[in-house]
């Protein structure tokens, strides 16, 4: 019925009074939390990674999910006078990144969640060194060609093909029937040539005769299976008129480009016996021929439709937390709030931040962001300073693990603990300062001045004799 153990709660920089106490009365009233401890999540994901040294002084840099702050940390304590907030994070990225796929496909919407364009932003996007130079090549095509990101989005075969409409049906049977009539030419012209090349030897057999070369005749005659002269003439009259009925159809289909039902060669060996025109699949039973025919391209490629070319959305959308102007926000961008903080110490303590900037978060984890924080640092530094730029060990758990390591070994300690106690007689609001928290301002707030409800009494002067208006006091 309660939470018997010690809590550490991470709170946003500059926490306001009425959030934390609404908290407070949360885990004291509700859970009866011993005792809590509030913290500042990138502070301790920045003591987490600079354990070394008690006393750090640097600018911590936290991107989130929702918003990005700015932290000067001067020997291990938060300066909260100086801290700033850009409303940019993780959101505004994916969201960005939604828009601009949707406005580019947009017959995929369903396809474009806001899951989806979470795990594209992680997996595909950077930031580059100088934005419009990455811009520049951009506009090459050989560039465009060889970093553009292809990604296959998911679809259905059979629904798909459901829901061909009718036209585009029509148009597949005029195209089935289309292809029946060539593969009726096409065999036709075989067989037109068998023909002619079986006319060829009986020719050549019955000049054997016309020679009086009778034993190579008689010869050829029982290799052909006939008997005598008479049914080799027969048989080449016939095989003739074929051949010339074959000739006249060949070139009539070479006239008539219109469809037309593919008709059958009639002969001994007709291959396209019992093929009708309304046959759109063909047995596995085919002629070496038509296997070698090409296939007819379909007319719309459903999976290369439902593709979607990744290429200046990559740089695109990491750059907001550099310019928020891309989105439409009236903000400064990260550099601009860093280049604001630093102008507000002194020359030695400015260069003593510099030399630990640390990076946290899990907007900071594109790739080239260091680079990039290092090239903003060297425009906006002095010439010949120097600089530090660390990205977290894990900019996703260190705050976890910070705040665990802190929890650990502070447990027995007082220090940074409000415990039930110090709740009911200081107030939800109260705040024990330690290494990773924010600094505690007690607002006090005016007593209030109350009505007197006694009827105004009347006094009368000398000169009120005079005057019949009395004066009124309350």
């Known amino acids: 019925g309660c939470v018997d153990y010690p809590v550490v709660f991470t709170e946003a920089p500059c926490t306001p009074l009425h959030v934390r106490q609404m908290v407070s009365e949360l885990l004291f009233e509700c859970y009866r939390a011993p005792k809590v401890s509030f913290g500042i999540d990138a502070l301790y994901s920045f003591c987490h990674n600079n354990q070394k040294s008690a006393l750090n002084t640097g600018l911590v840099v936290s991107s989130g999910y929702h918003c990005t702050h700015v932290l000067p940390v001067l020997k291990g304590r938060l300066d909260a006078k100086n801290c700033k907030r850009i409303n940019i994070g993780g959101f505004h990225a994916v969201t960005y990144l939604q828009r601009l796929l949707q406005l580019k496909y947009p017959g995929h919407l369903s396809a474009i969640t806001l899951s989806r364009m979470e795990e594209i932003l992680h997996e595909h996007c950077y930031v580059p060194d100088d934005y419009m130079e990455e811009l520049q090549k951009w506009r090459c095509p050989d560039y465009y060609e060889e970093n553009v990101h292809k990604m296959q989005l998911p679809f259905s075969a059979k629904l798909l093909a459901s829901a061909v409409p009718s036209e585009e049906k029509q148009e597949r049977r005029q195209q089935q029937l289309r292809r029946l009539q060539e593969l009726n030419a096409r065999r036709r012209e075989e067989k037109l040539q068998q023909d002619q090349e079986r006319l060829d030897r009986l020719l050549y057999v019955q000049e054997l005769l016309e020679d009086g070369q009778v034993e190579q005749f008689h010869k050829a005659l029982v290799e052909l299976n006939m008997d005598s002269a008479e049914e080799l003439q027969s048989y080449i009259h016939k095989l003739g008129m074929a051949v010339e009925q074959g000739r006249q159809r060949v070139l009539g289909d070479a006239i008539d480009s219109k469809p037309q039902t593919p008709e059958a060669v009639g002969g001994e060996q007709d291959d396209m016996e019992g093929m009708s025109e309304m046959d759109p699949i063909y047995s596995e039973e085919q002629t070496e021929t038509e296997k070698v025919t090409p296939n007819v391209q379909t007319m719309f490629n459903m999976a290369e439709y439902h593709q979607m070319y990744l290429g200046t959305e990559r740089i695109r959308v990491p750059e907001i937390i550099f310019q928020p102007s891309l989105i439409g926000e009236d903000q400064a961008g990260l550099a601009e709030a860093m280049l604001y903080i630093l102008d507000r110490y002194p020359q030695e303590v400015q260069q ?93 707030l005016p007593k209030p001045t109350f009505r007197s409800s006694a009827p105004p009494v009347i006094q009368e002067t000398e000169s009120d004799s005079l005057n019949p208006v009395s004066a009124v006091q309350s």
Request: charged share 20%.
């Open 352 to 444: 003593e931040l510099v030399q630990n900037v640390f990076l946290t978060g899990g907007n900071v984890m594109y790739p080239g962001v260091k680079g990039r924080m290092e090239k903003e640092l060297l425009q906006m530094r002095p010439f010949g300073s120097t600089f530090q730029v660390s990205l977290a060990s894990n900019p996703v758990l260190d705050a976890w693990h910070g705040a665990s390591s802190w929890g650990l070994q502070n447990a027995e300690c007082e220090e940074g603990w409000v415990s039930r106690k110090d709740y009911e007689e200081m107030g939800g609001e109260y705040l024990k300062e330690h290494v990773a928290s924010n600094c505690f301002a007690d607002i006090h």
